[in-house]
Structure formats: C-alpha cells, structure tokens
C-alpha cells in the first residue's frame, strides 16, 4: 500500500461546482506535488510545495489553487473546471534538501470528472 | 522535441520472455536516471533508480544507461503478467530547490500467459 493518500479516489462535479482533493503523508518529507495524467500520457506537473511554500507553479489556470496546512497535507481546492480538466490527479512526496533525489512516491490518485 | 522520448507501445510478449524497454533523452545535463511502473488506475511507484553509464541489476530487473548516446534502457528477464504495466523513464533536474523528474510519455507492456 502506498505511503501517500489521497481521497477521494473519485470525483464528479459539475462546471459550477467547488470540490477539493486532499493528499497525506507521513513519511517526514518536505517536498509535496501536484500532477495531472491524462490517459496514455506521462504525469504533468502543476505545482511543487517545499517546506510547506509553494516553489514552483507550472502556470497552472487560477481554477486549480493548492494549499499546504501543514507538512503531511496538500489540498488542491477546484473551482469552476471544465470538462478537458477530468484527468487523474496525482499527489507525490519527497525528501527536500541534501536528502532529495528526486525519488517520488506516489498516491494512488484522485480520478476527477466534470461534467 | 521532448527531452525524454519514449516509444508508447503497446509491447505485448509471451510469459517467459525478455523485455526491452527503452528511452532517448536531449538533455546533455541529466545526471540520474529512474523507471518508475505504473499500474492501470494506480500512481507510479520507483522501479529502478541509476546515476552513472552501466549496468545496475535488481532481481529480474537489470537498468542500463548510455550517456554517450543517450540511451536508457530496462531490462525483464522470465517476464510474468503481473509485469504488465506502463513503464515511464524519468530524469531529475534541480527546479526551484527540488529535483523534478522530466518523464517519458510510458510504454506499455502486456505479458500474455
């Protein structure tokens, strides 16, 4: 079983909808991510948090906003979608600093559809 | 031209065979190079994980990296069906303080009985 996890493991919301994806992990790592995986392509990436700051924003649209309370939690608040935004959506972790190898463990991911 | 190219497949083989999976990649400053696996439905988990040209093996798993081509291969020795599964290749570059992995597009396998 994977040491990430994220619910809910699946999700349909409407255009107009507010829903949130929640990620958690208790491995002490520093470096949480955000991907998106559409069918039969590689994760992309939407947003790193290192040491609970957000450090890199790959020009993701506003409608997708991430939140770190805290180290073991990532949130990706969603609001007003579309229909091309349904994909999978991927929590991963690391270790951060002189421990980072880029090694990244992943949930299991939340399966969004907006209708 | 994608820094990590990667034949999407599907490879389908016989249980018993020997899999060669393999990736090309643009980016003379890739240093270290991953497989990570991916079931259907599931997230990617580490497969392998090599830093320098050569060989690492891992029970049927044997990682190959050629810098001076920039060639990365994956190995399966007596493949089972419970391999079958997309394989992503994967370099690390430092962005922003973390390592960020840049992935191949996957290839999919499916071992047969």
């Known amino acids: 079983d994977t040491e990430v996890t994220q619910t809910p493991k699946h999700l349909v919301m409407g255009m107009t909808n507010k829903k949130s994806l929640k990620c958690e992990q208790h491995m002490g790592h520093r470096a949480m991510y955000w991907y998106k995986q559409k069918a039969k392509k590689p994760p992309e990436l939407m947003f790193v948090?290192?040491?609970?700051?957000?450090?890199i924003n790959e020009s993701v649209p506003s409608r997708f906003s991430p939140e770190c309370p805290n180290s073991s939690l990532l949130n990706l608040h969603l609001h007003a979608l579309q229909p091309e935004d349904s994909a999978l959506y991927l929590c991963a972790s690391s270790q951060e600093g002189k421990r980072n190898t880029g090694e990244l463990f992943f949930g299991e991911g939340s399966r969004l559809t907006v209708l | 031209q994608k820094e990590v190219e990667q034949d999407p497949g599907p490879l389908s083989v016989p249980e018993g065979a020997i899999v060669s999976l393999n990736c090309t990649y643009s980016n003379s400053a890739f240093q270290y190079f991953m497989w990570y696996r991916q079931y259907s439905r599931k997230g990617p988990e580490l497969l392998m994980y090599?830093?320098?040209?050569g060989n690492k093996e891992d029970g049927r798993f044997t990682a190959q990296v050629d810098k001076s081509s920039k060639y990365i291969s994956l190995f399966i020795r007596d493949s089972q069906p419970s391999d079958s599964a997309t394989y992503l290749c994967a370099s690390p570059t430092l962005s922003g303080g973390s390592y960020i992995p840049t992935f191949g597009r996957g290839t999919s396998l499916i071992v047969h009985p």
């Open positions: 948090y290192s040491y609970e700051k957000l450090s």
């Open positions: 090599t830093y320098s040209s």
